[in-house]
C-alpha cells in the first residue's frame, strides 16, 4: 500500500513514540564506563559491540491529511579493536520508491566519542560524512563515515525514516554480526490496520509487553482512538557468524517483520489483503509495468525470425539465449519489473529482470512456450512459504518448456551455458508469473559438479616422480575454472594450480574446451616430484590435488544448517609405474564410508600389484541441505576423509 488521504474524514493520528524499556540510552549522553570498556562481556574476541540500539515505530498525517509512518532509530557502538573500524562506517539502505512513493533518510545526528589523557572528547558528525547513493533502480543507501575512529571509540547516531508506503513495514534485526547488549523495538499501530508480525531466529525476547494506548490530537480537540503498541527487546545476542556452505544468514538471524492482513479507515469498509502469491501473481498480471508488457513485444520479432530461421525448438531457445547473453550488458541492478524494454534492447544495456524478461519475450515471439520467474537470490535470503514478503524478491528469469521441462535462463550470467542458472538464483523457489502457468518453480539444479582426475606417473631410479595429470571439470566446478580463467589468462592461470600442489612442480599444461561452454574444461600438465631425490625411503601423498584439502566444518557447533549449493561428483584415479630395484614399504588401508541415507559417500584405496601402484579417491555430496543435528555427522565425515587423503604411501630402495 503507498499513499492514503482521508476524504471528508474529520481524523487525524498521531502515536506515541515513547518505550517503556528496560535498558535506556540516553542520546548523546556516552558513560565514562563504556569508554573504558575494554571487552565484550558476550564474546570477548569481538572487535565491535554494539551497546544499545532502540527503533521506534508509528503513524502520523501531514497537512493534507496524507497519512504516512516515521520510524526513530539510535544506535550507539563500541569499538574495541583496529579490526573493528568497518563498523563505524554505517550504511542505512532504503527503498526509494517511484511515482508517488515518498522515502526518505533524514535528521541523521551523531558523533565520535573518544578517552583522550582520561577526558571525553566528543567529534561530532559533520554533513561532508553523510552522503546518500542510489544502490539500484529502486533503492538507495545512506552512508556515514564516523571521524576520528580509535581503538576504544564509542560511536553515536540517529535518524529518521520516513515512508508513505503505510503497509511496507521495514524489518527490524535484533542480531548482528558482533554482539548486541540490548536491542529493542517498539512499535504502535492504529486500530484500522491489522498486520501479522512474522518473527524469526532463535534468540528469546527479554521484553515482550503488548498494551492499548489512545491517540489524541492537539488540532482535533475531542477526536481519540486506539493505537495497539507492543515493546520487543533481546538482551545480550550472541553475534550470528558466516559458516561454510549457507545460503543467507537473512534466512535465521533474529528479527521481525510485518505482512498486512486488512484494513478499515473510519467510515469505510473493511477491506481484507490477500495474502497469498497467487493473489500477487494477479496483481503483477495486472500491471502495465509487467503483465503488460508481455504482448509489447513485437519490436523484438524481426530479429528473433532472423535469428531463428529454419531451426527446431531447442536449437532456437539456444540461439536466442546465447544471442541476448553475448548482445547485452547487465548494469548490475538486481530486481522483478523490466522497466524499458524498449529502450534497454536499442541501447543493449539493463537490469537483470531487462535483459531476462527481454529473452522471454523472443522465446514468445518464437513461438516456443516461455514465461517470466521472479526469485529471491541466495544472499537475500528464503522466500517466506505462507507469507508473501514479496518485497524480498530481487532478481528475475526466463523459463521455456522444451520437451515437456522447464529449462531456466539467465542471460546476464556471462559463460554460463543454456540452462544452468548462477549459483546465487539457486535458492529454493522461484515464483512463475503467468496468466494461465503461474506457480511455484524449483531452481535446485540436479546435475552434479565436480571434476574428473587422472594421474600417470613413472618413478626413476633416483627417486624422482614424474607423469601426466589430466583434469576434466563439469557442472559449477567447470564454470568456476573457466571463469577463472579467462579472468586469469592461461599463464597465471597455470601458476595457481601450480601454487595448490605441495611438493609438486607443473612443467606444462595444455587446455582444451578453453572457448566452448557445452563441453567440459580439459587441462592436462606435465608434473614432477623431486622432494625424494636420491632418498632411500620415498614418502608420498597418493593424492596431488583435492576440492577439500582441509575441513570446510571446523566450528564445534553450528547455528545454522548446511546448505550446499550444488551436489558434488569427485573421481581421483592415480597409478604409479616402480622401476626396479624398488619395494612398496607401505600403503594406507582401504576405506568406505557413508553417512545414512547415501547423503555423502567416500571411497579410498590404494592397492599394489607387481610394478604398478593404483589409487582411487572418490567422493560424492547426494544430499544439498544438512540440518543442525545432521552436522555433527557432517563435520565428522570430512575429518575422515581429510585424514585418509593425508596419509602416505612408503616406497623403498632396494
Known amino acids: 500500500m503507498r499513499i492514503i488521504k482521508f476524504l471528508g474524514v474529520i481524523m487525524i493520528l498521531t502515536c506515541s513514540l515513547a518505550a517503556s524499556a528496560q535498558v535506556k540510552i540516553k542520546f548523546g549522553k556516552v558513560s565514562q564506563a563504556e569508554l573504558t570498556k575494554e571487552k565484550s562481556t558476550i564474546e570477548e574476541s569481538a572487535a565491535a559491540e554494539v551497546l544499545g540500539e532502540f527503533g521506534s515505530l508509528g503513524y502520523k498525517l501531514d497537512n493534507d491529511l496524507n497519512i504516512y509512518y516515521e520510524l526513530e532509530v539510535h544506535k550507539r557502538i563500541k569499538i574495541y579493536n583496529s579490526t573493528g573500524y568497518d563498523y563505524a562506517d554505517i550504511r542505512i539502505p532504503f527503498y526509494s520508491g517511484s511515482g508517488t512513493d515518498k522515502v526518505s533518510v533524514d535528521y541523521v545526528k551523531g558523533a565520535t566519542y573518544n578517552l583522550e589523557n582520561g577526558k571525553q572528547v566528543k567529534i561530532k558528525l559533520t554533513n561532508d560524512l553523510i552522503v546518500t547513493e542510489d544502490q539500484s533502480r529502486y533503492t538507495k543507501v545512506k552512508k556515514i563515515t564516523f571521524p576520528q575512529v580509535k581503538e576504544g571509540s564509542v560511536i553515536e547516531y540517529k535518524y529518521t525514516l520516513t515512508s508513505n508506503r503505510i503497509g511496507d513495514l521495514p524489518d527490524w534485526t535484533f542480531q548482528e554480526s558482533i554482539p548486541v547488549v540490548w536491542s529493542q523495538y517498539t512499535y504502535s499501530i492504529p486500530e484500522w490496520f491489522n498486520f501479522t508480525p512474522i518473527g524469526q531466529g532463535y534468540l528469546p525476547y527479554e521484553v515482550n509487553k503488548t498494551s492499548s494506548i489512545t491517540g489524541t490530537s492537539a488540532s482535533l480537540p475531542g477526536a481519540t482512538w486506539t493505537e495497539n503498541k507492543k515493546v520487543l527487546a533481546v538482551k545480550n545476542a550472541v553475534p550470528l557468524?558466516?559458516?561454510?556452505?549457507?545460503?543467507?544468514?537473512?534466512?535465521?538471524?533474529?528479527?521481525?517483520?510485518?505482512?498486512?492482513?486488512?484494513?478499515r479507515y473510519p467510515g469505510g469498509p473493511y477491506i481484507e489483503v490477500s495474502n497469498t502469491y497467487g493473489s500477487y501473481n494477479k496483481r503483477l498480471m495486472r500491471s502495465d509495468g509487467f503483465g503488460g508488457l508481455l504482448d509489447k513485444g513485437g519490436f523484438l520479432n524481426e530479429s528473433t525470425q532472423q535469428l531463428t530461421q529454419g531451426m527446431e525448438n531447442v536449437e532456437k531457445a539456444i540461439k536466442l539465449y546465447t544471442h541476448v547473453r553475448n548482445t547485452m550488458t547487465w548494469n548490475k541492478y538486481r530486481g522483478q519489473y523490466p522497466g524499458n524494454i524498449r529502450k534497454a534492447w536499442k541501447e543493449k544495456n539493463g537490469s537483470v529482470a531487462t535483459i531476462n524478461f527481454i529473452l522471454t519475450l523472443m522465446l514468445k515471439q518464437a513461438g516456443l512456450n516461455a514465461e517470466p520467474i521472479i526469485l529471491s537470490t541466495r544472499s537475500n535470503g528464503m522466500l517466506h512459504p505462507a507469507f508473501p514478503n514479496t518485497d524480498r524478491f530481487d532478481y528475475l528469469i526466463a523459463a521455456v518448456k522444451l520437451d515437456g521441462k522447464w529449462i531456466l535462463l539467465d542471460a546476464t550470467a556471462k559463460g554460463y551455458p543454456f540452462g544452468t542458472l548462477p549459483i546465487k538464483c539457486l535458492n529454493g523457489r522461484g515464483w512463475m508469473v503467468s496468466a494461465t502457468q503461474a506457480g511455484w518453480i524449483p531452481l535446485q539444479n540436479s546435475k552434479p559438479s565436480g571434476e574428473i582426475s587422472q594421474v600417470?606417473?613413472?618413478?626413476?631410479?633416483?627417486?624422482?616422480?614424474?607423469?601426466?595429470?589430466?583434469?576434466?571439470?563439469?557442472?559449477?566446478v567447470d564454470i568456476a575454472r573457466r571463469i577463472n580463467l579467462q579472468s586469469k589468462g592461461e599463464e597465471a592461470f597455470a601458476q595457481s594450480a601450480n601454487e595448490e600442489m605441495e611438493f609438486w612442480e607443473l612443467d606444462s599444461m595444455a587446455i582444451e574446451n578453453a572457448d566452448n561452454n557445452y563441453a567440459s574444461l580439459k587441462t592436462t600438465c606435465i608434473i614432477t616430484n623431486a622432494e625424494n631425490e636420491d632418498s632411500e625411503y620415498i614418502y608420498l601423498n597418493p593424492v596431488v590435488t583435492s576440492t577439500f584439502e582441509r575441513n570446510p566444518f571446523q566450528d564445534e557447533n553450528r547455528v545454522m544448517p548446511v546448505d550446499f549449493p550444488y551436489n558434488i561428483n569427485n573421481r581421483y584415479v592415480m597409478e604409479i609405474t616402480l622401476p626396479e630395484g624398488y619395494v612398496v614399504d607401505e600403503i594406507p588401508k582401504p576405506v568406505v564410508f557413508q553417512l545414512p541415507g547415501r547423503a555423502a559417500q567416500f571411497q579410498f584405496s590404494v592397492t599394489h600389484m607387481n610394478d604398478k601402484i593404483n589409487v582411487i579417491n572418490n567422493l560424492k555430496i547426494n544430499k544439498l541441505f544438512f540440518s543442525v543435528e545432521e552436522y555433527e555427522g557432517l563435520k565428522k565425515f570430512f575429518e575422515l576423509m581429510?585424514?585418509?587423503?593425508?596419509?602416505?604411501?612408503?616406497?623403498?630402495?632396494?
Open 241 to 263: 557468524k558466516n559458516e561454510a556452505y549457507i545460503s543467507s544468514k537473512n534466512n535465521y538471524i533474529s528479527k521481525i517483520n510485518f505482512q498486512l492482513s486488512s484494513y
Open 456 to 476: 600417470s606417473l613413472n618413478l626413476a631410479e633416483n627417486g624422482v616422480l614424474t607423469g601426466k595429470m589430466s583434469i576434466a571439470s563439469r557442472g559449477y
Open 642 to 654: 581429510i585424514s585418509k587423503q593425508e596419509e602416505q604411501i612408503v616406497i623403498k630402495k632396494i
